[in-house]
């Protein structure tokens, strides 16, 4: 070929949106065409010379180098796909199309960029991804710990963390948090003026790069300690607001977010946030399901499951058990003077104390009506469980405000024990409220022991 015609092809080839790659027997690059600039990033001039696997990323340089001894050989298959990082520090997914010249000793290929398709199918991916960890995640932590794994396949996402913004109660809270340099931040408000503060305030995006200055409120510091190089948080926004951020940060030069990441990111979060209210709506039913809508304690048929739970683990431990039943004495009277709206206050108020009267591991439920059962699940002895009713008779006699009305009731109460007792816990629950009535009938206002007779004095 005359020189005339090497300039041609040369012209022609440089014309390419595809780059024309040529590495010699060693594994240097000997030429590139002129779209390896907009391919890699780097010019042909900067590329020419150097080891070819010095440019292939990291995690797939040892699956690049099979693919070599394929072509090679002459077995590679017509199309293979690898990443390559681009000079911005960024990768870039290339297919390749490769043939050995025995002749020359040299790898002439074919590099194709692919990292848009490959980005619309991790976007798909990553709805599909999100939307299965929202049906099969057991919480919110659970969901957030998915997310992270699929955040990290999609840009880099060692420093990852979720905080979430609840209006009524002004608290930036971080369930999630994951980072190389800091434990997770206490509660702030959204006053606080942090970077996460301000994408919820706002509820746009928001990218800091250090080789890129961004300016910002006066008022806008980091969530915690030590500078990143680069920070994106996005909105978790909603139909109601925004409730939260999703936020990836980098400590190394190595790792650069840009606006393709913030849009990426993006996606994902309006995908979170969908899960997020769903998790958030099946939460809540499962716990109204169980819960009295009163009073918010256990109902029935929690306070039986938590009975029946305490019943295994006193039959393993050989431990012991206290059941509390109580009564309001006074509460149809309640209802009938001051009406129901008053009467439902003094059920709440009631919730409340009984809840200030027993330790963590203990239960306070609504049976119904103006009935509780209180259990003690702490290994409490006859003479424990009735300083406990003791102390519930002193809190529930002192007097309550409702209504800007002073009422002052007081309450029955019927202890059952295990073992003591019985070994089935339906059959305590009804020896404690057989003690209950027992002590009602007896004047209110008391503590009575099943079985025993023996009342508290007053």
Request: proline letters at 4%; hydrophobic letters at 40%; glycine letters at 6%.
């Amino acid at each position: 070929m005359n020189r005339h015609g090497a300039d041609f092809l040369h012209t022609v080839m440089d014309l390419l949106v595809d780059a024309i790659c040529v590495v010699d027997g060693s594994g240097r690059f000997v030429f590139l065409s002129a779209a390896c600039e907009r391919i890699f990033g780097y010019t042909a001039q900067e590329m020419v010379g150097q080891p070819m696997i010095d440019f292939v990323w990291p995690e797939d340089r040892a699956r690049t180098l099979e693919g070599v001894d394929k072509v090679i050989a002459g077995t590679q298959d017509p199309h293979f796909e690898n990443r390559y990082r681009r000079k911005d520090g960024r990768p870039v997914y290339i297919m390749w199309s490769a043939r050995w010249s025995e002749a020359d000793q040299v790898r002439v290929a074919v590099a194709r960029d692919v990292t848009e398709r490959r980005r619309a199918e991790s976007m798909r991916a990553a709805l599909y991804a999100v939307s299965e960890a929202a049906h099969t995640a057991e919480d919110l932590v659970a969901l957030f710990e998915r997310v992270h794994r699929i955040v990290g396949g999609l840009l880099p996402a060692l420093n990852f963390f979720v905080a979430l913004y609840d209006e009524a109660t002004d608290a930036l809270t971080f369930p999630y948090y994951v980072d190389t340099h800091h434990t997770p931040p206490a509660p702030l408000t959204l006053s606080a003026g942090t970077l996460s503060a301000e994408v919820i305030r706002s509820g746009q995006p928001l990218l800091l790069r250090s080789d890129i200055p961004t300016p910002l409120p006066a008022r806008v510091k980091l969530d915690v300690g030590k500078g990143s190089l680069d920070w994106l948080g996005v909105p978790l926004r909603t139909q109601q607001g925004t409730i939260g951020v999703l936020v990836v940060q980098s400590y190394s030069g190595d790792e650069r977010y840009t606006d393709a990441d913030v849009e990426l990111l993006q996606f994902v979060s309006d995908q979170v946030a969908t899960a997020i209210e769903r998790k958030r709506r099946e939460t809540w039913l499962r716990h109204i399901a169980r819960h009295d809508p009163l009073t918010d304690l256990p109902n029935r048929a929690l306070l039986h499951d938590r009975m029946e739970a305490a019943l295994q683990r006193a039959r393993t431990r050989a431990s012991r058990f206290a059941v509390l039943y109580l009564d309001l004495d006074m509460f149809k009277q309640v209802n009938d003077s001051f009406g129901h709206a008053v009467g439902d206050l003094l059920l709440q108020e009631t919730a409340l104390r009984l809840r200030h009267c027993v330790g963590a591991a203990d239960t306070v439920g609504r049976i119904g009506g103006d009935e509780f059962l209180v259990l003690l699940d702490n290994d409490h002895s006859a003479g424990q469980a009735m300083a406990v009713a003791g102390r519930i008779l002193s809190v529930l006699r002192l007097p309550f405000m409702l209504a800007a009305r002073q009422l002052q009731v007081s309450p029955s109460i019927g202890i059952a024990l295990y073992p003591e007792h019985g070994d089935d816990y339906k059959q305590l629950i009804r020896y404690a409220d057989e003690a209950m009535y027992a002590a009602k009938k007896s004047g209110g206002n008391r503590v009575l022991l099943t079985r025993s007779g023996a009342e508290t004095p007053d």
